[in-house]
């Protein structure tokens, strides 16, 4: 009966969650995935790791748990939904990833086991040595129960008899938050700090594929914020502005985690990093060592 259950539900997430999606091959580079509530959020919290991982040749995921069709002021539905889809797909294009959206309404995730099987499967058939999720509080009940699906889904990645129609993890990955300014329960703790001074103009470019969200104003937009963005035609300036928004919220998290960054990079490097995107290691899934955590992020001893 659990078999066949299993297998119900991967015919209603067949979309979500079809067993040969864009599968890494087994070339022993890290497989890394990432979840974020909406399409923009894994872009935004670790777009610059992953432009240095795939430049590296490892394998990069980001993954929106709802397909965002009510993430804009003016439309909605199944028109913005494929317009977000297609702006995180030309953002893969040059952060050097792979995208894929979930048929899930935004706004309307819910923690339910349906989902909980749908994200596990998405970690096993990545083969993840690496998942990144938001933290499971937050203000925005997508973001809260993407962190409460993924810490749900920490243990049940390694379990046989869980879906058993996708193979169980053989070893556990290791799981990290994403930043935020949250305070309670706790606020978040900088374990690793990553510079992304070399990755920067890169995650800048990609971003400014979010048009919807970026130039628009996206949820909490209007005509007038969107009258006040730089026509399409105006690539350059368009830019420049993501560039200023950037160089304040990446700056920031360099600044605010400065104490990370000299751990990780030395006091004379930590000290010279610009732009930081920074993460909490989750008391679930496999605990890292300080050398697992080098495997993972190959970047502290990069020349400088």
């Known amino acids: 009966?659990?078999?066949?259950?299993?297998?119900?539900a991967t015919v209603t997430f067949a979309s979500s969650a079809a067993v040969a999606d864009d599968q890494p091959q087994d070339d022993g580079k890290l497989r890394i995935i990432v979840f974020g509530a909406h399409p923009d959020d894994a872009e935004y919290r670790a777009g610059g790791c992953a432009v240095k991982w795939s430049r590296l040749g490892h394998h990069v995921k980001l993954v929106s748990v709802t397909n965002g069709d009510i993430g804009h002021w003016e439309m909605s539905g199944g028109a913005l939904a494929k317009r977000r889809t297609e702006e995180v797909r030309k953002a893969s294009?040059?952060?050097?990833?792979?995208s894929k959206v979930m048929d899930i309404h935004d706004g309307e995730l819910m923690p339910t086991l349906?989902?909980?099987?749908?994200?596990?499967?998405?970690?096993?058939?990545?083969?993840?040595?690496?998942?990144?999720?938001?933290?499971?509080?937050?203000?925005?009940?997508?973001?809260r129960y993407v962190g409460v699906l993924v810490q749900d889904a920490s243990f049940m990645v390694a379990v046989p008899f869980f879906c058993p129609?996708?193979?169980?993890?053989?070893k556990n990955p290791v799981f990290l938050y994403s930043s935020d300014r949250f305070t309670k329960p706790y606020p978040f703790t900088a374990?690793?700090?990553?510079?992304?001074?070399?990755a920067f103009d890169t995650k800048t470019r990609a971003i400014a594929e979010l048009e919807s969200q970026v130039f628009d104003g996206g949820a909490l937009g209007d005509v007038e914020t969107a009258a006040q963005a730089p026509p399409a035609r105006m690539q350059d300036l368009r830019l420049e502005?993501?560039?200023?928004?950037?160089?304040?919220?990446?700056?920031?998290?360099?600044?605010?985690?400065?104490?990370?960054?000299?751990?990780?990079?030395?006091?004379?490097?930590?000290?010279?990093?610009?732009?930081a995107e920074a993460f909490?290691?989750?008391?679930?899934?496999?605990?890292?060592?300080?050398?697992?955590?080098?495997?993972?992020?190959?970047?502290?001893?990069?020349?400088?």
């Open 114 to 143: 349906e989902n909980r099987r749908a994200i596990t499967r998405l970690i096993r058939q990545w083969k993840a040595d690496l998942v990144i999720a938001h933290r499971p509080w937050d203000y925005h009940p997508d973001h």
């Open 1 to 8: 009966m659990r078999f066949l259950l299993c297998l119900l």
């Open 280 to 304: 909490e290691i989750c008391e679930y899934g496999h605990q890292p060592t300080d050398d697992e955590i080098k495997k993972l992020f190959p970047f502290f001893d990069e020349p400088k």
């Open 191 to 198: 374990d690793i700090a990553v510079s992304i001074d070399d």
């Open 165 to 170: 129609d996708v193979p169980a993890l053989k």
């Open 93 to 98: 294009e040059i952060l050097g990833t792979t």
């Open 241 to 275: 502005k993501v560039r200023q928004v950037w160089d304040r919220r990446a700056g920031g998290e360099a600044r605010n985690y400065r104490d990370a960054l000299i751990r990780w990079y030395g006091e004379e490097r930590g000290k010279a990093v610009q732009y």
